[in-house]
């Protein structure tokens, strides 16, 4: 299948399926739009609400590549291995998307695909489940798989929030075309943008909304805590083989990132109030990246306000539908929001943490109780605040203590929290949070902790030691 080819099975609104399954009277990605079109964008969000009992939670897990074939000092895999690694996950040739030549996605059978990242970082995009005991099996199945191509291929894949050996100057930039016109924009928009680009990996969990006053509530708290749940997840304090000074080198990468699209949303910080239309007011604002025609990425409209290219155009470029599903795309926000709220706020982790993860949004977002709860004690902070505390957690993780704000008190109340929620929503996932329970609330400490214990006790400061702890396949 090529990219065009999937690009025109999915009706703006809808997450699969072709035009023939779009939802009477809503347009095509291929429709046009115009100023008018803000009303239509409010109406795409509401259409995205689901009833409680549909509430489902899926995965996004980011992974780092590296060849150990030579021995010495790993190599991240070039374009040519990361397509090999894909097609080694799709069922059949007709499973692997195409850009021109270049394998660019696969899927991995039930439902579930494998995209790249910029650095060629392979990301696993779980299908929505019900339960976490089958985002749990799905992942394990991944990587079961993944564990036989490494040791195939003698490739050896990092669970981490940085990558903590290969410079900026080693990274294998993969061919995607959005990426080939993401990357001198972003350049300009901030000093380690390509670090985020190619050395960055996350764990993210997309969750479901109901009716407007529910998306409100995820929507802020999914932000406010943010920073919380990045101190929690901390696991990259290092960088090319050495102590970075950071606990996430990840979320230091992120503060000098484009902040017209990165960082707490703008309509959750103090003295905004949430609303579809305030959330659509504000992607308006947002310059575009890129622009989509026929398969190719044009830079015509790059860095030109959406709500700008929306009233007029660019260069015989008239806006359509699918402009505006690709802006929501571009935006890198802690929270983002689409038909669903993705939780992007966490360094890439062990299988345990990724569960964690996706355990701790699920208790605090799905039981109104705990939810309503968690919008309390969310920090409502202003921009210059937020910055603040975001710059502290990448420093010091749980021992933060900035804006007013005691990260190590409020992450121990938000994981009580969760423990609550989730409960009451699906009691037989609570050994999911054991993990934080145990290593947040019981030994005030995340991930990077028990690196950087460990590197100065018996590892004696070896990155093989790292590289080992980190290893996931």
């Known amino acids: 299948m090529t990219h065009d080819q999937l690009i025109e099975r999915v009706a703006a609104g809808c997450t699969t399926g072709d035009a023939a399954h779009a939802p009477a009277g809503f347009p095509l990605l291929t429709d046009a739009i115009d100023e008018s079109s803000a009303l239509l964008f409010e ?7 689901k009833p409680a009992a549909e509430w489902m939670c899926g995965i996004e897990f980011e992974l780092f590549g590296y060849d150990v074939s030579r021995g010495g000092h790993p190599a991240r895999l070039n374009p040519a291995q990361v397509q090999g690694v894909l097609a080694g996950f799709a069922p059949a040739p007709g499973d692997l998307v195409y850009e021109g030549g270049t394998v660019v996605e696969a899927n991995a059978g039930r ?23 089958d985002v749990e099996r799905e992942v394990t199945r991944y990587l079961a798989r993944l564990h036989e191509i490494a040791e195939a291929e003698s490739f050896v894949f990092l669970a981490v929030g940085f990558d903590p050996l290969c410079t900026l100057d080693e990274q294998r930039w993969f061919p995607k075309m959005r990426y080939d016109v993401m990357r001198p924009y972003l350049a300009t928009r901030g000093a380690r943008a390509w670090d985020m680009m190619t050395r960055t990996c996350s764990v993210q969990a997309n969750l479901d909304y109901g009716a407007e006053a529910d998306l409100a509530q995820k929507f802020l708290v999914g932000n406010r805590l943010a920073p919380i749940a990045t101190a929690i997840f901390a696991n990259s ?34 003295e905004k109030s949430f609303s579809p239309a305030a959330f659509i007011a504000y992607a308006l604002d947002v310059p575009m990246l890129f622009a989509q025609r026929a398969g190719s990425y044009t830079e015509a409209p790059t860095g030109m306000k959406f709500g700008d290219f929306l009233a007029r155009g660019c260069d015989a470029l008239a806006p359509v539908f699918g402009d505006w599903a690709d802006h929501l795309t571009t935006i890198f926000t802690d929270a983002r929001l689409k038909q669903h709220l993705e939780l992007r706020s966490a360094d890439c982790g062990s299988l345990a943490h990724a569960l964690a993860f996706q355990a701790y949004w699920k208790g605090l977002l799905y ?10 004690i969310a920090p409502d902070l202003n921009r210059d605040d937020a910055l603040e505390l975001r710059a502290a957690v990448a420093r010091d993780a749980l021992a933060a203590r900035a804006a007013g704000v005691d990260v190590l008190a409020l992450a121990k109340e938000s994981v009580a929290l969760a423990v609550e929620g989730l409960s009451r929503v699906a009691p037989e996932e609570l050994p999911y949070l054991d993990v934080l329970r145990q290593q947040v609330v ?20 070896s990155m093989s030691c790292v590289f080992e702890h980190l290893r996931i396949a």
């Open 43 to 49: 109406e795409n969000l509401r259409r995205g609400a």
């Open 111 to 133: 439902m579930n695909r494998l995209t790249v990242e910029p650095g060629g970082q392979i990301e696993f995009s779980g299908a929505p489940q019900r339960k976490l005991a």
């Open 237 to 270: 304090p290092f960088e090319n083989g050495r102590l970075s000074g950071y606990k996430s080198t990840r979320a230091a990468a992120w503060l000098s990132t484009d902040d017209d699209r990165a960082g707490i949303s703008p309509p959750a910080l103090r």
């Open 367 to 376: 039981c109104p109780d705990a939810l309503s709860h968690a919008l309390r």
């Open 442 to 461: 019981a030994d005030e400490i995340s991930p990077a902790d028990i690196l950087l214990r460990n590197w100065r006790g018996s590892w004696h400061a």
